[in-house]
């Protein structure tokens, strides 16, 4: 990376998204822990099984009939690759990827002996309404493990 990009600091790089894009920001992290310092999924999607079967279905076919196809996409069966600093961000009251996700992802990561930090915002939608409070979360996240200069982060 940093031969493409000179400016770049390798050690430091960070992701984020909200529902796809956390199920996204999940993988890349635990998929690529040699890329990725940080994440921040905001109710991503921990496994298929959690989430609306039509969507699902439509990409992956029936559970049944490929329950491999499931298994492979799931950040949950993946977890124990954390190596850097996650910050799971869901509304409790999600109606569109439950809550669910969250707390079995919780689950692997507790299991896995992982480190972690998670924000449940109560009875919140997947849009959640708080906007100063989330972008103040993601700033004071990024500030405390990615801060600007020389240094930072974990791996």
Do not use: C
Not at 81 to 109: C, K, M, W, Y
Request: aromatic share 10%.
């Amino acid at each position: 990376l940093e031969a493409r990009w000179p400016w770049m600091d390798s050690s430091r790089i960070g992701i984020y998204g909200r529902s796809g894009g956390g199920n996204d920001s999940m993988n890349a992290i635990f998929r690529h822990p040699d890329v990725y310092s940080t994440a921040m999924p905001g109710a991503g999607l921990s496994h298929h099984r959690y989430y609306h079967a039509a969507f699902t279905e439509r990409f992956l076919g029936l559970p049944q009939d490929n329950p491999d196809a499931y298994e492979a996409t799931a950040p949950v069966n993946v977890a124990e690759n954390l190596r850097g600093n996650l910050l799971l961000i869901h509304g409790t009251g999600d109606p569109n990827v439950h809550f669910q996700n969250a707390e079995a992802l919780s689950n692997a990561l507790i299991t896995a002996k992982k480190r972690f930090t998670i924000m449940p915002y109560p009875n919140r939608p997947l849009g959640i309404p708080d906007r100063y409070h989330l972008h103040d979360l993601y700033l004071w996240f990024l500030e405390k493990n990615m801060p600007a200069g020389n240094g930072g982060g974990t791996r």
